[in-house]
């Protein structure tokens, strides 16, 4: 998108020298040759602006985007992100991520992110929203600041991937864990699990082993 800008920045500057140089009323041949040299140069701007759009549409359709400014108002959302908050772009342009905070995260979880990205960092991490109709969804998270010549942010971008499906099956297998764990302990005699490691690594024994051995 920044680059988008700076193409149609470019192209603007490049128009304004060429008058420039009519107005001054530089020779002819002068004149044809910076015309041809900015030829050149629109033809390869216009091929970086028609990649840099593939590209984009690409992203689009694979990744939830959103771009805020420096106070976290959001300024643009791809339809990916409407199509999982369940909110229109119309609503979402000009509030912040707050209408889609689930409140499953502590404060402090938002202070290191937003330290970490006013500091010009990258934040990466996993974040569990809510829609618009009260779901809640979890997505992998990368926060990029945009930076100024000064090396100070005033643009925050947001690449998100939807991992609720990977995060349902996690907790499923921890609570079966957590199931057999508990059947396990309420066997006759001692119980115990090993890794599969040099040190054969003990990271499960039931609580039957204190009866016998008096260590807990």
């Not at 984009?56 to 359709?61: E, H, S, V």
Request: glycine share 6%.
């Amino acid at each position: 998108l920044l680059l988008l800008e700076s193409i149609a920045g470019y192209v603007s500057a490049a128009l304004h020298n060429v008058k420039q140089m009519s107005d001054l009323k530089r020779s002819d041949a002068e004149i044809r040759s910076m015309n041809r040299l900015m030829e050149r140069n629109m033809e390869r701007l216009l091929s970086l602006k028609n990649r840099l759009e593939v590209e984009k549409a690409a992203i689009d359709q694979v990744a939830i985007v959103s771009v805020t400014d420096l106070h976290g108002t959001i300024i643009q959302v791809n339809d990916k992100f409407c199509e999982l908050s369940a909110y229109t772009q119309e609503e979402l342009i000009g509030t912040n991520h707050r209408v889609v905070n689930s409140g499953y995260h502590p404060p402090s979880f938002w202070t290191e992110l937003w330290v970490t990205i006013k500091e010009g960092g990258v934040w990466k991490g996993e974040i569990c929203n809510q829609s618009k109709n009260g779901k809640t969804y979890w997505m992998d998270t990368v926060i990029v600041p945009f930076l100024n010549d000064q090396g100070k942010p005033y643009k925050y971008f947001s690449l998100q991937k939807d991992i609720t499906e990977r995060k349902a099956l996690d907790a499923e297998l921890v609570r079966k864990d957590e199931h057999l764990m508990s059947i396990l302990s309420n066997l006759d005699g001692v119980v115990y699990r090993c890794q599969n490691d040099k040190e054969w690594t003990v990271d499960f024994i039931s609580e039957s082993v204190t009866e016998l051995t008096g260590y807990a």
